[in-house]
């Protein structure tokens, strides 16, 4: 869709396709009450000023409307009208071995008791392996500090499908 497109969808069509950019219903809000929006640009701002004006409850709301790293079942499942999206948010699973596999669950598993939530990040152009890397090195951090780092993330990736739903 266009952004012209996006701008002209009624309050309950623009709220679906934000809803499948990142699940914060502050942040959709938001969003769709910001339009129109005059170009891309100004759309990607106006969502990373409201992505920072959100408070924990609302970021951790974003990241339970996430599925697991590896967990690329469940993303097909969320996305299933959208194979694409599907295929580049976690295309680095594709080739990862049983035992790196294992390790994501094993890590994601540790990190969500640990941090009270689950692993973000922004996969795209990350191999399992570098995936992995992140996981453990990221778990030695305190929780604010998580917090912050995986919102940005999640950042990125709300970022990446907004760009792509208006391809």
Same mark, same amino acid.
């Given at each position: ?78 996305? $299933? #009208? ?9 295309? *680095?699973?594709?080739? %990862? @071995?049983?035992?790196? &596999?294992? /390790? ?23 191999? $399992? #392996? ?9 778990? *030695?951090?305190?929780? %604010? @500090?998580?917090?912050? &780092?995986? /919102? ?16």
């Amino acid at each position: 869709m266009t952004l012209d497109e996006f701008n002209a969808l009624t309050l309950t069509a623009a709220t679906e396709q934000l809803r499948l950019c990142c699940a914060a219903e502050r942040w959709i809000d938001c969003v769709c009450r910001g339009r129109p929006y005059t170009d891309t640009e100004s759309l990607l701002q106006r969502a990373q000023q409201h992505w920072q004006a959100l408070g924990e409850t609302d970021t951790l709301q974003a990241f339970a409307g996430h599925p697991k790293i590896g967990d690329v079942g469940s993303l097909r499942k969320r996305y $299933a #009208a959208s194979e694409a999206l599907v295929t580049r948010e976690q295309a *680095g699973m594709n080739t %990862a @071995s049983g035992r790196i &596999i294992q /390790a994501l669950s094993e890590g994601n598993l540790a990190y969500e008791q640990k941090f009270g939530f689950i692993f973000i990040v922004c996969a795209s152009g990350k191999s $399992a #392996a570098q995936m992995l890397e992140l996981l453990q090195t990221r778990l *030695g951090n305190t929780r %604010a @500090s998580e917090l912050n &780092i995986a /919102a940005a993330e999640q950042m990125k990736i709300t970022e990446l499908r907004l760009l792509n739903m208006l391809l």
